[in-house]
């Protein structure tokens, strides 16, 4: 439980580094059971949560802990929300279970669905940080003795996710390393995040 509040305080750290303020509408996609949501009441923040995710169980532990907030069951790559309504997007350790056409079809949704200068935050998983390495040869090890990974362990590239940006609308993304502390704690995964233009 302590890692559990120590992550979730984390995650509210990077979303105010990249401009959450009180009054905002966010999107907290793969929400799970709250983590983010719970660190987000704790910080005091005020604002309009919506969290989505596709295991109905969580979204029930989340709707308990925090009965102020929206939950909705999404099976599908799209972002439940009208256009134009959102100030953050956000998500951890969701692209790294997706394939790269799933995770740009919600670029393209969260896009659609941000106000202008509106902003997407996601963690990935990338090749080149060397922490990321043990992920790489876990499924490795899994393959070489015919057995098969418990989920999808997708890495994605910088230049990838600049052509998802570029694609689909946004400015050119900014990248923060998994390892990096110099504005929030370090989040282990790669942090990128694009901005809607105005």
Same mark, same amino acid.
């Given at each position: 439980?302590?890692?559990f509040?120590?992550?979730g ?12 303020t009180?009054?905002m ?7 799970g ?12 923040? $005020? ?7 596709v ?20 099976t ?14 956000f998500?951890?350790?969701?692209f790294?279970h997706?394939?790269p056409?799933?995770?740009?079809l919600y670029?393209?949704?969260?896009f659609?669905?941000? $106000? ?17 390495d ?9 393959l ?8 999808l362990d ?6 990838w ?7 689909s609308?946004?400015?050119e ?5 998994g390892?990096?502390d ?17």
């Amino acid at each position: 439980m302590e890692t559990f509040v120590s992550q979730g305080d984390g995650h509210v750290a990077v979303l105010l580094h990249n401009g959450l303020t009180d009054g905002m509408a966010v999107y907290d996609l793969g929400c799970g059971c709250g983590r983010t949501a719970q660190a987000l009441r704790r910080s005091g923040w $005020k604002g309009t949560y919506i969290g989505a995710d596709v295991v109905p169980e969580l979204l029930q532990e989340l709707a308990r802990q925090c009965p102020d907030y929206a939950t909705v069951l999404n099976t599908t790559p799209t972002i439940a929300a009208p256009d134009g309504s959102l100030d953050i997007v956000f998500h951890w350790s969701v692209f790294t279970h997706l394939f790269p056409a799933e995770a740009y079809l919600y670029t393209a949704e969260a896009f659609r669905a941000l $106000k202008p200068g509106g902003r997407m935050v996601f963690s990935f998983l990338e090749m080149e940080d060397s922490a990321h390495d043990r992920v790489w040869q876990a499924n490795q090890r899994l393959l070489r003795e015919g057995k098969a990974a418990a989920q999808l362990d997708a890495f994605l590239h910088r230049d990838w996710i600049r052509r998802f940006a570029r694609d689909s609308g946004f400015l050119e993304p900014s990248f923060t390393d998994g390892s990096d502390d110099t504005y929030h704690p370090p989040f282990w995964q790669a942090l990128a995040v694009m901005e809607k233009p105005v």
